[in-house]
């Protein structure tokens, strides 16, 4: 039976990280503990990230910061200072002093529309990461099954370019990129790229290997794309450095097999008069699964290698789930537009769980690259 789920917005969220406006975790567990004998593990820290849970959790925060009752004296002052930051975001849209009542107003303006989901599908597998490969592989009957290719015709690596500059400047301008044309221009601002500048470069990567770009679907219907790079250890080490940017590479910086993979683009498809968003992160770490296997050809390494990918937090929620994932902050930004860069590291050669993990299923799924992905109705 389908339940309500609800998460908070990328706007509200951010504005809450940046004025550290969340309440306690003790604070916050405490109190739904009291109002609703209890809160399931983790939950506070998956909203936080912008996941979608049952409504009641949405809510209970929100009646947390704006009227909480029962806290402790050496509480008040954190719980004042989350109603504040809180007051401050509401103020600008219109709602000064609010009260019991007005909390149907509140939520639709911090959080996102009421869906009805079963627990599956409101879960942001992106968060998981690839630690969960093999959680995946035993419930899939096939991680290909999740990939699209563009196929020969070049319009579709086009479309596939369009598509994440859509969903970028819809994320970065929130809601003042209303259309597409705002949001490209948003993107086009913030990815310091212009969009056909950026369709030709990916046209250039697909060329050298079908699998670099291609999108993420759910029983047929695209719900997102992703770009992965297969690069040399020169190529690697200047995108690093800020030397060069990665959307400056070319196929002559490109080695297949390789250890050093730069993640270009995951994006989802934004909503449009022939598609109603649903749940596409499920879709898109299946499709990176196959695209790093396909790419990276792990079976071909050396044992004594280890596995490199780095990529760059492009929208606050890329960065959020790339950090829940098992990436880590490098301290160091992407030449060019000034992103921050983020990095994945593990040894081919391990005996440590996780990692070998990794490393099994990569070498499992080596030999998906051997065809070109599946084609999409779009080719």
Avoid at 110 to 127: A, I, N, P, S, Y
Avoid at 249 to 270: H, K
Wanted: hydrophobic share 35%; proline share 5%.
């Amino acid at each position: 039976m389908a339940e309500h789920f609800r998460g908070f917005t990328d706007v509200f969220r951010g504005h809450m990280a940046r004025h550290s406006g969340w309440p306690s975790d003790r604070d916050t567990l405490a109190w739904f503990h009291r109002e609703y004998d209890g809160m399931q593990k983790g939950a506070y820290a998956r909203l936080k990230r912008g996941e979608l849970l049952a409504e009641h959790y949405t809510a209970g925060v929100v009646r947390l910061m704006l009227d909480p009752p029962g806290l402790e004296e050496k509480s008040w002052k954190t719980a004042n200072r989350a109603k504040g930051v809180l007051l401050d975001f509401l103020r600008p849209r219109g709602i000064h002093s609010p009260g019991k009542k007005d909390l149907a107003s509140v939520l639709s303006l911090v959080c996102t529309m009421v869906d009805e989901r079963t627990d599956e599908r409101q879960q942001d597998w992106v968060t998981w990461g690839i630690t969960t490969m093999l959680r995946l592989l035993y419930s899939e009957s096939s991680i290909i099954g999740s990939v699209l290719g563009c196929g020969t015709r070049e319009h579709t690596v086009k479309q596939a370019i369009d598509l994440m500059y859509d969903s970028c400047g819809r994320q970065v301008a929130a809601r003042l990129a209303k259309d597409r044309r705002t949001a490209i221009e948003a993107a086009e601002l913030h990815l310091g790229q212009r969009l056909a500048d950026y369709q030709s470069r990916a046209q250039d990567w697909h060329r050298f290997n079908p699998w670099t770009v291609i999108y993420a679907h759910d029983h047929g219907t695209p719900v997102g794309m992703t770009i992965v790079l297969p690069v040399s250890d020169e190529a690697y080490s200047d995108v690093f450095e800020g030397r060069r940017a990665s959307y400056e590479l070319t196929p002559d910086d490109f080695a297949v097999p390789t250890c050093n993979l730069i993640i270009e683009a995951g994006a989802e498809r934004p909503g449009d008069v022939d598609y109603t968003p649903r749940n596409p992160t499920k879709a898109l770490i299946l499709a990176l699964i196959a695209q790093t296997a396909a790419l990276a050809r792990v079976a071909d390494l050396p044992r004594e290698k280890n596995m490199r990918a780095l990529t760059f937090a492009g929208t606050p929620t890329n960065r959020e789930r790339l950090l829940a994932s098992g990436f880590r902050t490098t301290g160091r930004t992407m030449a060019r537009s000034g992103v921050e860069l983020i990095e994945r590291r593990f040894p081919l050669k391990t005996l440590q769980m996780r990692d070998l993990l990794n490393a099994a299923v990569l070498q499992q799924l080596s030999h998906v690259g051997d065809t070109p992905p599946p084609p999409s109705r779009r080719s």
